[in-house]
Antibody, heavy 119, light 107 residues
Framework: EEQLVESGGGLIQPGGSLRLSCAAS????????MSWVRQAPGKGLEWVSI???????YYADSVKGRFIISRDNSKNTLYLQMNSLRDEDTAVYYC?????????????WGQGTTVTVSS | DIQMTQSPSSLSASVGDRVTITCRAS??????LNWYQQRPGKAPKLLIY???TFQSGVPSRFSGSGSGTDFTLTISNLQPEDFATYYC?????????FGQGTKLQIK
């Protein structure tokens, strides 16, 4: 069974940094396009970032220059390094697998990890 | 960036009804449009990709159509488990933006 499990969320002060992890089982992170999506409390889904199997990366304008998506092939794990955190980054963060080289939707999702940015 | 606009933002219906949700892209996205269902406290679930292709295991009462800039999700014979929030997403070009969501509520 293909499964993703996020971790690393928590309470962090504005301006701080946090790294989220997404451990995969039943699928190989390096062979897939993988994304992060977030959802602020009571709000809709916001696409955050994607990493292609060939290591190309893309970001939402709201996080560009502050967040970095990466992966560790040996650990079969996806990461999201979040720097210069702002109140508006408070959200549940989901990782997911993009099928069809990124063009056919996210078919496998983690359960989410909560990030709260507050002083 | 491509903007996705869903309508309506909320919708009330009864079990057995048929409902339609629309999604409009700010520019042509060909057929690269996905639909998700999200229940409270849960991760989204992919229902339809490439505008009209069912994800495995999705009931046939869900259907999608459209191309270019205008797309629709139709749910026929609404079941109690269908009352949730629905999102469209374009996967034509990054950033792969979502619509703002449509909350389907029981009348």
């Amino acid at each position: 069974e293909e499964q993703l499990v996020e971790s690393g969320g928590g309470l962090i002060q504005p301006g701080g940094s946090l790294r989220l992890s997404c451990a995969a089982s039943g699928l190989t992170v390096s062979r897939n396009y993988m994304s992060w999506v977030r959802q602020a409390p009571g709000k809709g889904l916001e696409w955050v970032s994607i990493i292609y199997s060939g290591l190309d990366t893309y970001y939402a304008d709201s996080v560009k220059g502050r967040f970095i998506i990466s992966r560790d092939n040996s650990k079969n794990t996806l990461y999201l390094q979040m720097n210069s955190l702002r109140d508006e980054d408070t959200a549940v963060y989901y990782c997911g697998r993009d099928q069809g080289h990124g063009h056919l939707g996210m078919d496998v999702w983690g359960q989410g990890t909560t990030v709260t940015v507050s002083s | 960036d491509i903007q996705m606009t869903q309508s309506p933002s909320s919708l009330s219906a009864s079990v057995g009804d048929r409902v339609t949700i629309t999604c409009r892209a700010s520019q042509s996205i060909s057929g690269y449009l996905n639909w998700y269902q999200q229940r409270p406290g849960k991760a989204p679930k992919l229902l339809i990709y490439a505008a009209s292709t069912f994800q495995s295991g999705v009931p046939s009462r869900f259907s999608g159509s459209g191309s270019g800039t205008d797309f629709t999700l139709t749910i026929s014979n609404l079941q109690p488990e269908d009352f949730a929030t629905y999102y469209c997403q374009q996967s034509f070009s990054a950033p792969y933006t979502f619509g703002q969501g449509t909350k389907l509520q029981i009348k």
